[in-house]
Each structure stands twice: as structure tokens, then as C-alpha cells.
């Protein structure tokens, strides 16, 4: 078998560069029936692909032990679902699913390719290049069918404990969904400016696919702290390591595209800046993967280190001089039709935002990469932690939330600082008496350390962005319920129906907020550690711990053991938790599983972190976490608004006329009303 | 209106006021979270790559033996740059958690602050410089004034709402 996915894999890089070549001469001769073999090739190119994919997961599942990868990331007793995941728990596992993505993502691309034939092609033709890429890095760099030399052995390595987790089976595809997702959009951008794509076109196609590869990568970013949450037994959900920052630089830079573009579609402004935007997206998720694989930054999540780092500097140095001739030669097709008016408009807002999001995005690629260049100016490296990066990115987090608090009250073009002050009052008062309260009540001293002062900064500023969120909400649902003789919750429905774009983008945004409230409560982390045997307390803020018993099980996979602790608060018994320690037999390594109680406002968080090796008492860590519960509820929201913004807007149905009405209004004008209600609230 | 509106400002100048003061006097600093602080300035050395009081590892010794001479030396009555400097010179730069504000290391932390004041500057620059600019549409709002603008989409929600 491993013969046949070998196989499967060079005929893959046939395929891919077929369907680069053909359709390259296809455009350059302009013969529709070359590119439409260029394009059947690339739909091939997934059937190759999944076949060796396929074959590596039947590797697994039958334990051939020959394939080394299989021998190094999985064991007989290893669990069906993490012998599946085992496709992308390693490094030449992970690229061969990178590339079944990418082809999944181009099949997708060339079935829908009546959409606009000629652009599809140019753009398949991009991602059939980009294919050719991780293609070859599989076939000659990191070959996922390399056999093991010499005597096969009986059982394999086994799978790094710490991937042993139902949250990892899931974190890395959403994560590569992402990573992967942002080429179809770079594709689409490279694809108009080298053909000088007239209209905006390209750019709908392409804020599309960008919502879709953000919407993953968001959830991956999340599943992959919820993961370290769970998992790492840290207590906290991001470490700021190089690998989580590699994630976070194209989600930044892509965040800022889906705000500038707006400009771009309703304005004709910031072609230039977009199509840059779209470039360094697509580029930062292939730097982000070469800073993973090729052990220049040391990260506790990077790879093994090997030989594929060259390869990604190539490729980068080639996707950037690409990009750079094109933009050279047709920059002339960029230019803005309208020019900004005003400071005080919702186009400079936006350019604000993208402003503070790429300098956001700068201070963390700076941050990750100044150990490297430390090294390399004084000869000693240095460590860039999360002090750093809190210290730099908090601020500009906090300036970001200013803005989206100010956002929906600018109006495009100009908007008088009488009807902005008119507008913010309300929302601006609301979130000075909601922090006045908090310190008032003594919930939060902002004297006593500047985290605390930062922390009611982020609690105030949204609120201010939820006031204005849902100001926007009920004003646009008064229009609709008065028009439409029903509630105002029937009627914001409506509206958020009638502009799901608009509305779902607000909904993502009361989802960054419930997530900025659950960051904030990191200030008032606490934690405590103690030896506990039968019958011993111990206490941490209103809860107190009692060690009832510890107990052991042993599986084919792993051995563990538990603590019995009964949970008290207020004299009361309330719950009992199980922290449990595993010992992984085939790898030979130990790992944690933390027991949590998560509530809206704390998590009780434990950790069985062994014994005490001078007396064996087991030691026992308990943390109190204050709401983490709302970073992942913000998640679901920021879900379930892109989900939102991705559907189909509903056409307004037209009232029916009633016998006093004389006449049915004409199409237009209730075409208009529709306009109306959706441009409600300020646009 | 305009009182309520003088009111509201005053207060909330003078809740900013309170809020800055009140920071600059910064209260003491108990031993509990001088250990906390301190703990977070330094980085595991077991090789989790993870900040001293963060260190995941089930039963690592290095973490222990760590936050042992930390406590140790605050016991001594050390300040803080004292036993930073004695981890450093035990373990070397890189046990700091982040780069020091001397040496080559001062263009860590300057280097974010540049580029976000110009990338303001920038900013402000370049819409000063479109603003000066003539309006290439004929549909643009050429000389009217925001407020007059204001009034217009006003009345234009007005007489086209549902």
C-alpha cells in the first residue's frame, strides 16, 4: 500500500503541473478547450490526493508499522478517531492534509467555475501553482510513505499524549481549513490584477471565500486555546507562543481585508491596500507554517525540526516577486475613484481599524521573530514572553474596541461631530455609570495594578460597543415592527434577515466583546498548590477543597489516577471533581487532565500534578479562573454572526395593500422601503 | 439638554480624573503578588518554553527548584532587580520573560511604538492630503456642509421609512 500512495502522490504532481502549464497557455493563447482540460486536472488532482490520504489513514487503522510516519505517530492501542488524527499530528502527515485541503478547496473552485469562467481559470491556474508547491515538498522533502529500514518493529511510538484529546482531533483540520482558505481569496486577487478584472466582481467572489477561510481559522484559533485550556493544565489559554502567534498574523491581516473591503465595494477606494491586504494574508499563513516546520523560533508546538525550511523561503520569495510584478505592471488598474472626505466618516474608521490591526499584526510578528534577530545582531538570544505582548497589544486592543464602539454611528463620507456626540451620548454614559459601579462596589481597584486598570478599561469600552450595537439593532427594528405591525424582536430579525452582512457582522462583533469581557477577567486569576491526602482541605477564593480518596485504572492505551476531591462553597457541598494523571505507555510520558467547573463567572480549574517525590503525597493545583466562560460564548456568537453574515439576504415582502391604501405602492418605491429599513441606523 | 449635557461631561472628566490619580498612587504590593509578578518575569527552564509559574510539566523539578530561590532570595529581602539579576547571571538572558529595556534589547519595545505613530501619521497625512483634493465625481458632496448633510439623510430615512 504504501507503494500505491507513493504513487498516488507523484501522479498528484503530474496532475498539478499540468493544470499550472495548461492553464497558463490556455490564457496566454486564449483557447478555451486547453483550459478546460487544465481545469479537469485539477479536479484529478483531489482524486489523487484523497487517494493518498486515504491510504495513509488505512496505514494507520491496520497498523503498518513499515511506514515510519505511522511507526512515529500512532501504537495498536491507540483509539480509532486519534488514529485518524494521526494524518495531522505530525509534520509529514499535516502536509499531505494540507494538500488534500488546498485540492478540496480547487475542486471546489473549478466546479463552480461558471461563476466567471475566464477569472476561475486564471485563478486555478494561481492555486494549481501554489499545489505544485506543497506537492512537491511531500513527494521529495516530506515523504508521508518513507519506509522504516530495517526490522519492522511490533508497535509503533504512539501519539504525543498531549494530542490525545477529542479538542485536537478537531483544532488542527479548522486550523488548516483557515491557513488553506486564505489561497482561494489570494488566488481570486492575483488572478484579477494580472487580468485587470473590471468591476468589483472578483472582490464579492473574494470577500466570500476570505469570510470562509476567517470563520475557520477563527474557530480554530479558539478550539486550539480551549485545547491548551483544557489540556496543558497551565491554567490559562494563550502563551503567546510562536506557533499561536503564526495563527493569529493572518487572522489579523484578514480581519483588516473584510473591513477595508467594504470601502472598496461601496466607494471604489483602497484598491491598492486590499489587494496588499489579500497578498500578506495568503503570505502570513505560509510564513506562519514555515516558522512552525523549520526550527527557526523555538515553540513547545512546533514540529521536529527538518529540512523543509528552505523550500517556504523560496516559495515565499517567489509568491512575493509575483505579486510585486503584477502590482508594478497594473497598478494603474488600482486607482481609487473616490477620495476620503472626511476625518470624522466611516471610511476613515475603517482605515483606522486597519491601521491599529496591521500595526497589531506587526508588534506580534515583531515580538515572535526579535529572539532570532537578537541572536543574530548581539550573539545572545532573549526570551519575548506574554509580557511583552500583553504590554504592546493590550492598548492597541483597547483603541481597536474604541473604534468598533464608534464604527456604526459614522455615517459614510462626513458625519457632523453634533450628530456623532448626538449618537455616542446615550452608549458613552452607560459605560462610564457600568464602570463607576464596578469600582464603586469594589468588584475592580484599578489603582492597585495597571492589569486591573486595564481590565475595567475592556469592561467599559464593551459595554460602550454593545450600546451602540444595540441601538443600531432597536432603531432598525422600530422602523421594521412599526412598518410591519409587530414587535421590535420580530422586527430586528427582520432586519438582520434583510442585511445579513451588515447584522451578522454586528452579531461577530458583540462576539469579540463577550470574548474581550472573558480576557479581562485574567487580572483576578489566582492560584494555589498543596499536598492533599485523605481528608485534607484546602481553600481557594469561596470554594474549599476536601481530599476524599485517590484511585487508579488501567487501559490497553494508558494508566491513570485520579483525585476524589468534594467541592464546598458556602459550607455547602456542591459538587466533587476528578483531576486525573495519565501515564501513556507506549510514548513512555506523562500527562494531565484537568477537572473544571466552569460557571458564568469562574472556573474552579484543577490539576493533579503528581507527587511529592521526597514523601509521595499527591499535589494537588487548583485555580480560579473568572470568566472564561464568556471567551468561549463570545466564540459561539463570532460563530454563529459570520454564519450569518455568509447567508443570502431576504428581499423585504411587500405589505399587502388594504382597501384605504387605493393602490399597491409601485415596485420601486417598496424597493426603496426595503433600502431603507436596511439602511436604517446611519449608512 | 445643554446643562444635562455640561453635567455629563464634567463627570465624566472628572471620573477620568479620579480614575488617573487614583492609579498614579498605586497602592503597596503584598508579598502574595510580588511572587506572582516576579514569578511572571521568568521563564520555566525544564524546556516547556512556558513563564516559571505557568510550567505545565507533571512533577517538574526545575520549576520547583526555581520558585524555591525565588522565595529564598525575597526572603532574604532582595529587590526585584537583584533577583533578576541573579537568575540571569544563574541562567542566562534568555530565563527573562521579556527583553530588558538596555542595549539592543530597548529596540524591542520601541519598535511597536514607532510604527503605530506613524502608521497614525500616515494615516492622518494621507486623508489631509485626499481632503485638499478636488472631488472626482460629479455625484460628491463638494462644499455642502455635514450638518446639511445630516439634515438630508435625515429626511431622506424620514420620507422613505417603512
Known sequence: MPQIGSFTLLLGLALSVYAFAAGLFAIVRNDDRLSETARRAGIAVFLAVTAASGILVYAAFHNDF????????????????????????????????????????????RLRHKVDTRLVGHASMIMSAVQVFFLVLVNFAAHPFALVTGAIPADGN??????????????????????????????????????????????????????????????????GSYWAYRVLGWGGWWGWDPVENASLLPWLTGTAFLHSVMMQE??????????????????LAIFGTFLTRSGVVSSVHAFAESNIGPYFVYFLALTFATCMYFYVRNRSHLESEHKLESLIS???????????????????????????????????????????????????????????????????????????????????????AVGAVLVAMGYIKPWVDMSYFYSLMTIMLSVLVAATIGSEFIRGGLVIARHNDSNVFFGMYQ??????????????????????????????????????????????????????????????????EWAILDIYKGGKQITTMYPEQRFYKASGQPATIVANRSTVMEDLYLVYTGKNPENGRPIIKAHLNPLVWWIWAGAHLILVGTIIALMPNMQAKRKKPSAGDGQARAPAEAKAENQAAVEAGGD | MKIARKIFHRWAMGLLLVSALLLMGASGDPQGQRFDRLGHNLMCQCGCGQVLLECNHVGCSTSEQMRKEMKL?????????????GFVGKYGPTVLSAPTTTGFN???????????????????????????????????????PPEELDEFRRRAREETAL
Open chain 2, 106 to 144: 530597548r529596540v524591542a519595545w520601541i519598535m511597536p511604538v514607532v510604527i503605530f505613530l506613524a502608521a497614525l501619521g500616515a494615516v492622518v497625512l494621507v486623508v489631509r492630503a485626499w481632503k485638499k483634493r478636488k472631488p472626482k465625481d460629479p455625484g460628491s458632496s463638494g462644499g455642502t
Open chain 1, 346 to 432: 466611516r471610511e476613515s474608521s475603517f482605515l483606522f481599524n486597519n491601521v491599529l490591526l496591521l500595526v497589531a499584526a506587526f508588534a506580534v510578528l515583531w515580538g515572535t521573530l526579535f529572539p532570532v534577530l537578537s541572536e543574530w545582531v548581539t550573539g545572545h538570544k532573549v526570551t519575548v514572553g506574554p509580557p511583552f505582548f500583553n504590554k504592546v497589544n493590550i492598548p492597541i486592543a483597547l483603541f481597536l474596541l474604541l473604534l468598533t464602539a464608534l464604527g456604526p454611528l459614522l455615517a459614510w463620507r462626513k458625519t457632523s461631530t453634533e450628530s456623532l456626540r448626538k449618537n455616542f451620548a446615550i452608549p458613552a454614559a452607560i459605560a462610564l
Open chain 1, 158 to 223: 504512539g501519539l504525543n499524549p498531549l494530542l490525545q484529546y477529542p479538542e485536537m482531533v478537531i483544532h488542527p483540520p479548522m486550523l488548516y481549513l483557515g491557513y488553506v482558505g486564505m489561497t482561494v481569496p489570494f488566488c481570486f486577487a492575483l488572478a484579477a490584477l494580472i487580468m485587470k478584472y473590471p468591476g468589483e466582481k472578483w472582490i464579492h467572489i473574494t470577500r466570500r471565500w476570505t469570510m470562509v477561510g476567517w470563520l475557520f481559522l477563527t474557530c480554530g484559533i479558539f478550539l
Open chain 1, 495 to 560: 432586519l438582520t434577515r434583510r442585511n445579513t452582512r451588515r447584522y451578522g457582522g454586528y452579531v461577530v462583533h458583540l462576539g469579540v466583546i463577550v470574548t474581550m469581557i472573558g480576557f479581562a477577567g485574567v487580572a483576578f486569576y489566582q492560584n494555589t498548590e498543596q499536598e492533599l491526602g485523605f481528608g485534607d482541605k484546602m481553600a481557594i477564593g469561596p470554594y474549599t477543597l476536601v481530599c476524599r480518596s485517590y484511585t487508579q485504572d488501567d487501559k490497553p492505551n494508558f494508566s491513570s
Open chain 2, 73 to 85: 532570595a525575597m526572603a532574604r529581602g532582595d529587590s526585584d532587580d537583584v533577583i533578576l539579576a
Open chain 1, 66 to 109: 513499515s511506514v515510519a510516519y505511522i511507526l512515529h505517530h500512532s501504537n495498536r492501542a491507540l483509539p480509532g478517531a486519534y488514529k485518524f488524527a494521526a494524518l495531522w499530528s505530525g509534520q509529514e502527515g499535516s502536509l499531505l492534509f494540507w494538500c488534500w485541503l488546498l485540492a478540496a478547496y480547487g475542486l471546489v473552485l
Open chain 1, 266 to 283: 461601496k466607494r471604489g477606494m483602497m484598491k491598492v491596500w486590499n489587494m496588499w491586504l489579500i497578498f500578506s494574508t495568503f503570505l
